[in-house]
């Protein structure tokens, strides 16, 4: 296992659309390994491929509260196929945004298809936190960020920050 760098706002490459996973094989497994190793260590509770800088649709998370058993989750290739009309507004927080939050309005539940670790074929129904960190994590596969889904005043100003801070750490 390995610590990889979590890539941060506003780095292009969290622009990308991810590519499926054909085969789950043990270079998959090794990257789901360090991709946990790195979320537990940011630490944060969940964490796409893309944010590790590899472009494979390829999500992990843990829900459970701080003092429970670690509840780890993989999903690859996750697919919404279906979301509730009625929605559901949450803080948000992403390790490729660090101390950024802001509330985010997004279906209440959904139904997601995917593949675990062992190559099956799942499906989940999901409400609450599962429901709103799966959708963000999926947008992360496609290349979407939780600001995407603030007012343009919020964005622009989240989004002058980081490159300010990006033109400091690069001069
Ligand atoms: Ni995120």
Known sequence: ?????III???KRLRLVSEPVKTVDAEVRALVEDMFETMYEAPGIGLAAIQVAVPRRIVTMDLA???????????INPEILWSSEETGTYEEGCLSIPEFYEEVERPARVKVKYIDLEGQAQEVEASGLLATCLQHEIDHLNGVLFIDHISKLKRDRVKKRFAKTAKRTTE
């Open 1 to 5: 296992m390995a610590l990889r760098e």
């Open 9 to 11: 706002l506003p780095d």
């Open 65 to 75: 509260k701080k003092d429970d058993p670690k509840d780890p989750k993989v999903y």
